[in-house]
């Protein structure tokens, strides 16, 4: 049995056993009209739909905005359903409910080739795997904004219940008004007759609530009136003038300040603290030591009656640090052993093979030439803008948080747990995220919260980590190296390509911490740190793509886009290296090896054919390309680049993308912008060094990112057109800039950077 | 302690406040004006950028006792959805931010760019808009500072912009 094979079977019989087999309709996840609490004059329809008194649609919301967008996109798909304007739309914080839950996240988290798992022709492997992750995640209903899937999870069901909603009130109408149902309209909220009856929404959601929808349909592509428009943000305006609640926002009545000060050393904590000078401060209220909570470190708390009197008391205190348990880290070592391991799995056909086809061995004996190639990224740490923070009340019993967080349902349970309750005595109110990117699928801070709200004899306590505990306690994206090697036929073209990567598994120890009651005693195989090299367009006759999964002892965890932030970055950049062997145009070459991925032709096309690739550059400009699918969407981009001082300087971007059926093009053109930038930053100069447990990099002055004078003046967006479902936007966008730039500046400077970052 | 803030005098209690404690731990934690924001702590992110006497400066090394007899800006008097700063609009018309979190500084930091150089060519803007954006709307926030000057200075004589 294939290895693949063995692990669906196995995951098939558990939720075989769990859940029992069955149909998984969208209808399945509506909800009820009780889902959501009701406020006076509001009426539910389902989980996801209340109508206001005033015919106003108030929206469930069960994704987090962290400037990716979604609150908008999703209050989109209701407006369009239920042909109401946007600006009639209201969110409000969806509850615990798993409807809630996120699906396509978990199903997109499975190690499938996507030629294997084309919609529609997906194998039989494939289906079976879907559908039983599909089926778990539903049972299991955790939320989770994260894997650029919060479009993909909503299309079918939110569209769904605001379209069952919309035929629930015209059902209404038309009993009310003995008129027939075919006859009625909708504009802007208010059904209307043509003989003259018209009323709002609001008129008729309690009859509506009794009426049954009949037979639902979704609205077709072609009468779409909103949906595909760049529809102006609804964020917008209160993140320009300054009244947008982010978590370090939230004011309340006789709250506390506490500042965090962790133990240097990773997975440390304190041994003995004096607390006498930090105490004698004014403004200094009392010292919590903490342990570790969802994976933090241990650290000492002050709180004060200010964020900053809690800082001067973190300062003022004497703290015996004590090491971790287990041995000292150090990422020169770790990324030694991962090279190591790289070489000796591709050496002995070892790692586990995600992917394979034809015999490499074969092709290698064969080939008129071997190209190999040892390529290597370091750790990085995501840097919110926003601080990591929590604030939390603990009071009569119960908890309540407020947190900028991408887990609700984790913060509840950790907060549960700190406080020594049960879930239902927590509320987790979800702020506005200054910045996720992955950082805030971790929920540690909001254990520490809780656990610092327990001493506070009922206040609030609002607890913050000052920067240099944020970039020195992160949970990093994990370093990664991957031996490459191609066999050349005699016209220099790939005939076989083995890649063997080596690197920390980020999932299971990411369950440990976030999802403990589902992390197993084994890891299950986790393809996060080897998406990107084991599903390859590419048609080269024989592929090997290993992966050998490490546990470095390392805080890991998910960064925008995960492995394929420098996996792509190891692929695009051999193949790269791959047309200069074969003296060919580095477009030219990918569209020779893409004949059978038509849609990836079409995105590097379009990507050339907007940069004028070919076309003549200004003296000491140079272009590169990398083309990339992740999440289910595929972005090439072409970078302009020049070297002033020896330093690359972006000057243009030009990014293509294929993201399926787009919902708001200016949100896909501010997400693909604001990637390009992300990943820039870390392809230049990000980089977490490790010694003796300690991160050596502490605030932006030793972690640069790139800033107005760096940043690429012009970053085009051009969308492929297209009627398939919605593929990811939030993090597609990032892993092909670091190959661009490094295949750009390999024209400019005949040398190849095969190590991250590019300025080291 | 008094202090001068959006054109009004606000007084802080000495209990609460301290000549050396950062000015933007004052608006934020005891004033409850927390549209000015915490990035890094030691002015390197500019999420903390208020106006002082015009300047642009930022708030998190800014002790008490250095603005304590002068004119503090906050992103709360830059304007409003009925009366926006161009800046405002502009950066609503290019749709700039995104998580929101660095834009009050942002704006703070074009604010007063602008107050002083009606016209900022590229070079102006990279060396007075020293603000980190993760998020990276660094593209959008140069092309709506450009609009922003644009209708800021509508009235500059066709002849004098020539020569």
């Known amino acids: ?760 | 302690m008094e202090l001068s803030i959006n054109g009004q005098t606000r007084t802080l209690a000495d209990a609460a406040v301290d000549p050396a404690m950062p000015l933007l731990w004052a608006l934020r934690d005891v004033l409850n004006l927390t549209g000015t924001k915490f990035g890094c702590g030691v002015a390197a992110c500019g999420a903390c950028t208020v106006h002082v006497d015009g300047q642009a400066l930022r708030s998190c090394v800014t002790p008490l006792a250095a603005v304590a007899s002068r004119r503090i800006v906050t992103i709360e008097a830059l304007g409003t959805a009925a009366q926006p700063h161009p800046l405002q609009t502009a950066w609503l018309e290019h749709q700039v931010p995104q998580c929101g979190y660095c834009q009050s500084g942002m704006l703070m930091a074009a604010a007063a760019l602008l107050a002083k150089n009606p016209d900022p060519s590229d070079a102006d803007i990279d060396a007075a808009i020293t603000n980190i954006c993760r998020c990276g709307t660094y593209p959008r926030i140069r092309a709506a500072i450009k609009s922003a000057a644009a209708t800021l200075r509508p009235a500059l004589p066709k002849a004098k912009a020539k020569a």
Not at chain 1, 239 to 264: E, M, S, W
Not at chain 1, 318 to 347: C, F, H, K, N, Y
Request: charged residues 15%; aromatic residues 6%.
């Open chain 1, 1 to 760: 049995m294939k290895r693949r094979t063995m692990i669906l079977s196995g995951l098939g019989a558990v939720a075989a056993l769990v859940v029992g087999w069955g149909v998984l309709p969208p209808r399945g996840r509506l909800g009820g009209p009780g889902t959501q609490p009701l406020v006076a004059g509001e009426v539910g329809l389902n989980g996801w739909i209340k109508i206001g008194a005033d015919g106003g649609v108030i929206l469930a919301m069960n994704r987090s905005e962290m400037g990716q967008g979604v609150h908008t996109a999703l209050a989109m798909l209701v407006a369009e359903e239920l042909d109401i304007s946007l600006a009639k739309v209201r969110l409000e914080q969806a509850g615990a409910d798993k409807i809630y839950g996120n699906v396509a996240m978990f199903v997109g988290s499975l190690p499938f080739h996507p030629s294997d798992a084309e919609p529609g022709r997906e194998t039989r492997t494939v289906r079976t795997g879907q559908w039983i992750v599909a089926k778990l995640a539903r049972e299991l209903g955790i939320s989770a904004t994260g894997g650029s899937s919060t479009i993909a999870d909503a299309w079918d069901v939110l569209r769904l219940a605001a379209a069952t909603a919309r035929a629930q009130l015209l059902g209404a109408a038309s009993l009310e008004w003995k008129l027939p149902l075919a006859e009625l309209s909708v504009k802007n909220g208010v059904i209307s007759h043509a003989s003259g009856p018209q009323g709002h929404y609001g008129l008729f959601a309690k009859a509506a609530a009794a009426t049954p929808p009949g037979d639902v349909s979704l609205k077709a592509a072609k009468d779409w009136t909103l949906v595909g428009t760049p529809a102006p943000r609804i964020d917008l305006q209160a993140k320009i003038d300054g009244t947008a609640p982010f978590g370090l926002d939230v004011r309340l009545p006789n709250q506390l300040y506490a500042v965090a000060r962790h133990c240097p050393m990773l997975g440390g904590g304190a041994g003995a603290v004096n607390a006498e000078a930090a105490m004698k401060l004014p403004g200094v209220e009392r010292v919590v030591r903490l342990g570790s909570f969802a994976g933090s470190t241990g650290a000492v708390v002050v709180v004060g009656r200010s964020t900053w009197h809690a800082q001067q008391g973190a300062q003022a205190l004497q703290i015996e640090w004590r090491a971790p348990p287990a041995g000292v880290l150090a990422s020169a070592t770790i990324v030694d052993a991962l090279d190591r391991s790289a070489r000796e799995a591709a050496a002995a056909q070892g790692g586990l093979a995600f992917h394979s086809v034809g015999d490499v061995a074969a092709a290698s004996k064969g080939a008129a030439r071997r190209v190999e190639q040892l390529y290597r990224a370091p750790y990085l740490a995501h840097a919110t803008m926003e601080p990591i923070n929590c604030t939390a009340r603990v009071a009569d019993g119960r908890v309540e948080v407020w947190v900028p967080t991408q887990m609700p349902g984790s913060a509840r349970a950790v907060a549960a747990r700190a406080a020594g309750v049960s879930e239902d005595a927590v509320t987790v109110h979800v702020t506005y995220l200054g910045g996720g990117f992955g950082r805030r699928l971790d929920v540690d801070v909001v254990g520490q919260a809780v656990r610092v709200a327990v001493e506070t004899g009922g206040r609030p306590v609002q607890l913050v980590w000052p920067r240099e505990e944020d970039i020195g306690h992160d949970f990093y994206r994990p370093a990664g190296v991957a031996l490459l090697q191609a066999s050349l036929d005699a016209q220099g073209m790939p005939i076989g390509l083995a890649i063997t990567s080596a690197g920390d598994a980020v999932t299971p120890r990411w369950m440990e911490r976030a999802l403990p009651a589902l992390a197993g005693p084994i890891d299950m195989p986790d393809k996060t740190a080897a998406e990107g090299l084991i599903d390859l367009p590419y048609g080269i006759a024989n592929q090997r793509m290993a992966h050998v999964a490490t546990h470095s002892g390392v805080p890991v965890g998910f960064w925008r886009s995960v492995g394929h932030s420098h996996n792509a970055f190891f692929a695009e950049a051999f193949i790269d290296e791959l047309a200069f062997e074969a003296k060919q145009d580095p477009v030219a070459f990918r569209l020779a090896l893409l004949k059978d991925a038509p849609r990836h032709v079409a995105v590097l096309q379009l990507a050339a054919d907007k940069a004028g690739w070919g076309g003549p550059l200004p003296a000491g400009v140079a272009r590169g390309v990398a083309l990339h699918e992740s999440f289910n969407s595929i972005v090439a981009q072409v970078v302009e680049l020049s070297l002033q001082g020896g330093r690359p300087r972006v000057l243009r971007v030009v990014c293509a993308a294929d993201v399926g059926t787009v919902v708001n093009p200016g949100i896909v053109a501010q997400q693909m912008e604001g990637a390009v930038i992300f990943g820039l930053s870390a392809a230049l100069y990000g980089r977490i060094d490790i010694e003796g447990s300690v991160v050596r990099q502490s605030n932006f002055p030793d972690y640069p990112v790139v800033k107005m004078a760096e940043s690429p003046a012009i970053i085009e967006t051009h969308l492929v057109p297209s009627t398939r479902a919605p593929g990811g936007v939030g993090e597609p966008g990032t892993p092909p800039i670091a190959p661009a730039v490094a295949n750009a500046m390999f024209v400019l400077t005949g040398q190849r950077v095969r190590s991250l970052p590019l300025l080291a």
